[in-house]
Structures are given as structure tokens and as C-alpha cells.
């Protein structure tokens, strides 16, 4: 199955993610499919950039996004 998850990124305490379609069999931060955003917590607020028209193509391909991308899809007014 085809997952829209986060890879997380930066340094030790210092988190930084991209939101990345990828195998749901694949590790966390291992091999993609392909980058479609970024998610930068540690701003006030919080940076969310998504290219909502290749969200929104996986989705409708059957790409199945986890609870915080879902969130995060829905603060950026993609879902």
C-alpha cells in the first residue's frame, strides 16, 4: 500500500519533515516515491508547504495519507 507520510529531517532537536508519498513497507526515513511538501514545526506558526495538486492525484490514486499528514492536509486547505 501507498502511503503520504512524514520523513522527518534536521538535526538532533531541531525537527524539520517532509511530507513524502512512499510503500508503506518502506522505513521512516528510507527510500520515496516522491516529495510533495514540508512541514516545519518549530515556526510560530507552524510552516506548511504542499503542492496540492500531486496530493491530491495520489489520493485519488488510492495513496492513503497517516492522522497527522490528514491534519496537516486539512490546516493547508488541500482534504
Known sequence: MVKIRLRRMGAKKNP???IVVADSRS????????????????TNPATITVD?????????????PTDTV????????VL
Open 52 to 64: 496540492a495538486e500531486k496530493a491530491q492525484a495520489w489520493i485519488k490514486n488510492g495513496a492513503q
Open 27 to 42: 522505513p521512516r526515513d528510507g527510500r520515496c516515491i516522491e516529495e510533495i511538501g514540508s512541514y516545519d514545526p518549530l
Open 70 to 77: 490528514k491534519a496537516l492536509l486539512k490546516k493547508a486547505n
Open 16 to 18: 524539520y519533515y517532509r
